[in-house]
C-alpha cells in the first residue's frame, strides 16, 4: 500500500520552512510568548510542539541559556526549536552532549543555520518532495553526522505517525 497523503499536507510540507536565525525573535520573549511561537514554527508538523514547563525544565537542566529577566533570547529560542525537534528520538542526556560539542566548535547562528536546512531537506525527502540531500563528505563532523541521522529519523518518524492518523481515519 502506498500512502496518500492529502494534497493540503503535501502542499504544506512542500513549502515548509524553519525561520532563519535573523527570523527569530530578538526582543526576548516571555516563557508563553516563547511556548507559543515555537509552537507556531511547527503547526503544520504533527508531533512537535513544546510546553512551557518543557522549556523551564530545559532551562533547569541547563540545555538553554538562563533567561534574562524572565525573557528569552534569540539564541535560547533557536536551541529550543532544535530541542523541540530532536526529543522526538534522543534523550535529553544526548541532547546535552550534541550541544556541548556544538558550543565548543560552532557559533549558535550557524548550527542552528546548518539545522534548519538539513531538517527541511531531509523532511523534503522522506515526503518525496525534494531531492536526497547531498552526503556528508568525509571531513564532516561527528556532530553533522549524528544531526543528520537525528533529522532523518524525525523525519521518518512524522511520516510514520502520519500513515498511522490516516489508517486510523479508514484513508487508503
Known amino acids: 500500500m ?34 507559543t511561537y515555537i509552537n507556531r514554527v511547527f503547526e503544520d508538523i504533527d508531533g512537535i510542539s513544546i510546553t512551557e514547563s518543557m522549556i523551564s525544565n530545559y532551562v533547569k537542566k541547563k ?5 534574562i529577566k524572565k525573557q528569552y533570547s534569540r539564541e535560547s529560542i533557536a536551541y529550543l526549536i532544535f530541542i523541540a525537534v530532536a526529543k522526538n528520538v534522543v534523550s535529553l542526556d544526548d541532547i546535552q552532549v550534541l550541544l556541548s560539542l556544538q558550543r565548543k ?58 500513515a498511522f492518523d490516516l489508517l486510523r481515519k479508514g484513508a487508503k
Open 105 to 162: 566548535n560552532f557559533r549558535v547562528e550557524e548550527s542552528y543555520e546548518y539545522f534548519r536546512s538539513e531538517f527541511v531537506s531531509v523532511l523534503k525527502y522522506v515526503f518525496s518532495l525534494g531531492e536526497m540531500p547531498s552526503p556528508i563528505n568525509e571531513n564532516g563532523s561527528m556532530e553533522k553526522e549524528l544531526l543528520r541521522n537525528i533529522l532523518v529519523t524525525v523525519s521518518h518518524k512524522i511520516y510514520i505517525d502520519l
Open 63 to 67: 540545555l538553554v541559556p538562563n533567561p
Open 2 to 35: 502506498i500512502l496518500k497523503i492529502d494534497e493540503k499536507a503535501l502542499s504544506s510540507l512542500s513549502s515548509y520552512s524553519l525561520p532563519s536565525f535573523r527570523e527569530i525573535p530578538d526582543v526576548g520573549l516571555y516563557l508563553n510568548q516563547c511556548a
